[in-house]
């Protein structure tokens, strides 16, 4: 099946910990992201990566870094977690600058 | 100012009615102009794709941009309970930047 698929679908966890969430598209997009949904479902981007490339970080802490092994994959590593980071992330891709996103299903991440 | 602006609704529609759904954008460059339909649960997917101004059809939808006055439609004819889901414009502001608006929770009553 053709698509950006994410793991895991639902992540739990303790303030403070470290979480990782997986990307990966079989799409042959070159252009993959990330974007967090808060409570009132507003989308907003945190990182674009093309061809392994970071080309946009936006005001994200530190605490949040995007890895691409390659360009099918883009990981999302979350150190310290705090109760706002609790949101869902979507994972995305796209063939190049003005193409249209294909999103995968999200990661509901609540931190207690 | 944000970028894009949009009603969150909920809006409630009996079926077989014509949805209008719409929002606002704040600079005159952006140039590509998109809807995404998202259920519940699930990532959002894309709907239409329009460049610039005029009108795009795909069935029983409409996508409408007018840039004079920086507005962006989308139309559902025949409304099911299936077109149930919130439903989100979007812009590229920049390289590889898209911006959204808050989204539109739209419900349709059998």
């Known amino acids: 099946d053709t698509a950006v698929s994410q793991t895991p679908k639902y992540l739990v966890t303790q303030m403070g910990n470290d979480k990782s969430i997986k990307c990966e598209q079989n799409?042959?997009?070159?252009?993959m992201y990330w974007y967090k949904q808060d409570s009132k479902k507003f989308l907003k981007i945190m990182f674009s990566?093309?061809?392994?490339?970071?080309?946009i970080n936006e005001t994200v802490p530190n605490r949040f870094s995007p890895k691409s092994p390659d360009k099918a994959h883009l990981n999302l590593h979350i150190n310290s977690l705090e109760l706002g980071d609790s949101a869902v992330y979507f994972c995305?891709?796209?063939?190049?600058?003005?193409?249209?996103?294909?999103f995968g299903n999200g990661t509901r991440l609540t931190v207690t | 100012q944000k970028e894009v602006e949009q009603d969150p609704g909920p809006l409630s529609v009996p079926e077989g009615a014509i949805v209008s759904l719409n929002c606002t954008y704040s600079?005159?460059?952006?140039?590509?102009f998109m809807w995404y339909r998202q259920y519940s649960r699930k990532g959002p997917e894309l709907l239409m794709y329009?460049?610039?101004?005029g009108n795009k059809e795909d069935g029983r939808f409409t996508a409408q941009v007018d840039k004079s006055s920086k507005y962006i439609s989308l139309f559902i004819r025949d409304s099911q309970p299936s077109d149930s889901a919130t439903y989100l414009c979007a812009t590229i502001q920049g390289a590889q930047k898209l911006v959204f608006g808050q989204g539109t929770r739209l419900t349709i009553n059998p």
């Open positions: 600079n005159s460059a952006f140039q590509y």
């Open positions: 990566y093309n061809n392994k490339e970071l080309i």
């Open positions: 329009t460049y610039s101004s």
């Open positions: 995305a891709s796209s063939q190049d600058l003005d193409s249209p996103l294909h």
């Open positions: 799409l042959g997009h070159d252009t």
